[in-house]
């Protein structure tokens, strides 16, 4: 390569860096205050859920009026950075009407899912505008690295993640990963932008604990006051094992039920009755739970389940309810969810084991996510940038990364990502 090409490439990824920083970066940030905001009135106006049914409409009547389903979502941009069908202009509107109107009636959705096809398309609108200047057009594959970046960085306030997470999930080539350099940029322009907006984010830093609990000796909540880890024993280095494997399945049911679920809704052949009975599941699973702690984005209840406190099978309501809004039509993304049945899936199996459950939460949500996305490395540094660095958890967390990806096979939440290229192959076959 020449020089001049060289100089070429650094301007290209410089400049796709900075505008999907502030373009897509920007929106994915409203996108974060719009959704919180849609929540923050669910939860204000409980009764807001009944409406659902007539959200589900509106969104299946919005999706057939401008695209057919399979070109409006997740894995059209795998297809997109491959060639096989051009990108959607309708992606990026459609997913934040969806996923907006699913939170203000209490749709249990995730927003990081959605905030990765808004970024994605409005990096390829960046990039027609880039069509005159041929010779800096950049490749389709830089443009969604950076749109993916600014999504993840805008939802979970984790840049360095963000920037990894935008090259991983799209499984490019080993010599590709020069990407995280303008990704890197779209990044913190995304980050600086929702800090400078004043965006609220929960912080889950210091909601951690990191020992052996005796059996009825302390309550969870006592427990979770100890926030040090009291360091690395055998002991403690085997119930994390435990953790790790009880999140890759937990990362494996939610994938199985997800996937039953769609197909039992799509054996109704109305799309409309399919998406009326869906909601109504939810608005009937709801009422039978009493409370709405398992709607909406639910972030708020990872926060106190890392602090200890968590019923022992939230993390099953949460995956039946994400299950039937996302199975059935309703739209939105599914790594918030994934975070929450994550944490409290292994926070009721800490407590089975004798680990620490804040300490078992977190480790839940890092295993869980690797186990979904197929992306261990950026996975393992959201939990430190977003849950605790230090020594003892970045063990903690690369042990859950590793294991689940590896045992969780070549499934996930993408069924267009092409893990057989991953530098990190998970196997072959495990569970499914």
């Known amino acids: 390569m ?4 060289r100089s070429k490439q650094l301007i290209t990824g410089i400049l796709t860096g900075v505008c999907c920083g502030i373009v897509c970066g920007g929106a994915c940030v409203f996108f974060s205050w719009l959704t919180m905001t849609c929540d923050n009135v669910f939860h204000d106006h409980e009764k807001l859920i009944f409406a659902l049914p007539l959200a589900g409409i509106l969104v299946v009547l919005l999706y057939d009026e401008y695209r057919k389903d399979d070109d409006l979502c997740m894995d059209a941009l795998f297809r997109h950075m491959r060639g096989e069908r051009k990108l959607s202009f309708w992606i990026a509107p459609l997913i934040a009407v969806s996923t907006c109107l699913a939170y203000l009636t209490g749709g249990s959705v995730g927003r990081v899912g959605s905030a990765l096809q808004i970024g994605g398309g409005l990096a390829v609108i960046i990039g027609e505008k880039f069509a005159p200047l041929r010779r800096l057009m950049p490749p389709a594959e830089l443009l969604l690295a950076c749109g993916i970046a600014a999504g993840f960085t805008g939802i979970l306030n984790a840049p360095l993640a963000g920037a990894v997470f935008g090259v991983e999930v799209l499984v490019l080539q080993y010599r590709k990963w020069v990407y995280v350099i303008p990704t890197l940029m779209t990044a913190f322009i995304t980050w600086g932008i929702a800090r400078a907006a004043d965006v609220s984010y929960i912080d889950f830093h210091g ?4 020992g052996e609990t005796e059996a009825g000796s302390q309550s969870a909540a006592e427990a979770a006051a100890h926030l040090t880890v009291t360091g690395i024993t055998p002991g403690i280095l085997l119930k994390v094992l435990a953790i790790a494997f ?5 990362g494996r049911l939610y994938c199985f039920v997800r996937k039953i679920t769609t197909k039992g809704f799509e054996a109704v052949g109305n799309k409309y009755l399919r998406v009326i009975t869906g909601a109504i599941l939810v608005i009937a699973l709801t009422q039978i739970l009493g409370h709405t702690n398992c709607n909406g984005i639910g972030f708020s ?16 309501w949460k995956l039946m309810l994400t299950a039937f809004t996302l199975g059935c039509g309703i739209r939105g993304g599914e790594i918030a969810p994934m975070i929450f049945i994550g944490a409290t899936g292994c926070f009721s199996a800490g407590c089975l084991i004798g ?12 295993g869980a996510l690797a ?14 940038e977003a849950i605790c660095l230090s020594g003892e958890m970045a063990l903690y967390f690369a042990i859950a990364a590793c294991m689940a990806h ?8 993408y069924s267009e990502q092409d893990v057989q290229r991953q530098f990190l192959k998970p196997a072959s076959k495990f569970l499914m």
């Open 406 to 413: 590896f045992l969780s096979g070549r499934g996930g939440l």
């Open 371 to 384: 186990s979904v996305t197929n992306c261990p490395i950026a996975v393992f540094i959201y939990g430190l």
């Open 2 to 5: 020449t020089q001049e090409s």
């Open 246 to 250: 009880a999140a890759m399945l937990i």
């Open 355 to 366: 680990l620490d459950p804040s300490l078992a939460a977190a480790i839940g949500i890092v």
């Open 207 to 210: 909601h951690f604990t990191g």
């Open 301 to 316: 209840y990872v926060e106190e389940t890392l602090d200890g406190h968590s019923a022992m099978l939230a993390f099953l």
